[in-house]
C-alpha cells in the first residue's frame, strides 16, 4: 500500500469493479488507452482479476487502484516492469489526483521496486499525460509510428522515460 496526503494506492480486489467500470466504460477515459471503453462491468471485473493474478503469484504487474477519500477513482502502476499506466475517473481530472498519485508510484518504483529507469508510452495527441509525466521528469526518447489499432485507426507512440539520476526528489 502507497499512502499519499490525499490519496491511498492499494492493490485491488475483484469488489473494485464497479468502481473501476465507471473510468473504464467512459469513452473519453478510454480515449488513449490501449483498448475500446469497457461495455460492462464483467469486462473491467476480467482487467481486476488480470491485475490481481500478479499480486498472487508475482509473475505480473505491479498496480493499485487509486482510493480518493475511501472511494476507487482510479489505477495506477507498473504493467510492463518499469512502464507506468494510469488512468481516473474524468470527474477526478484536474485536480492534482494523478500527479500525486504518480509522484507516488515513481518514489515507490526507484524506491522498494529498485528500478534503475522509468518508462511510459503516450499518444503524442494526449497532451494533458505528457504534460504531466514531462513535469514530473520524464523525457521523450523517440516518436514510434503505428504502434496501436484502436477503432480502425492506427496511432503513432511516444516512448518516455525517467532515469533515478534525474529524478526530483519531492
Known sequence: MILT????LRHAT???APSLFLAMSDPEVMRYWSTEPHPSVED???????MMH???DGSG???????RDGVVVGKA???RASELGFLLRRDQHGQGIAREALQALVAHG??????????????????RCLRLLTGLGFRVLRHVPRTL???GEWRDSLELALGFTDWRRP
Not at 44 to 50: I, K, Q
Not at 62 to 67: H, I, L, P, R
Request: hydrophobic letters at 40%; glycine letters at 6%; proline letters at 6%.
Open 77 to 79: 502502476g507498473f504493467w
Open 5 to 8: 496526503e490525499r490519496l491511498r
Open 14 to 16: 475483484v469488489d473494485d
Open 61 to 67: 504487474p505491479d498496480d493499485f487502484v487509486v482510493e
Open 54 to 56: 500478479g499480486y498472487v
Open 149 to 151: 489499432e484502436l477503432r
Open 44 to 50: 473491467t471485473a476480467s482487467f481486476v482479476r488480470r
Open 110 to 127: 526507484f524506491g522498494p521496486r529498485a528500478f534503475t529507469e522509468l518508462h511510459a508510452e503516450v499518444d503524442p495527441e494526449n497532451r
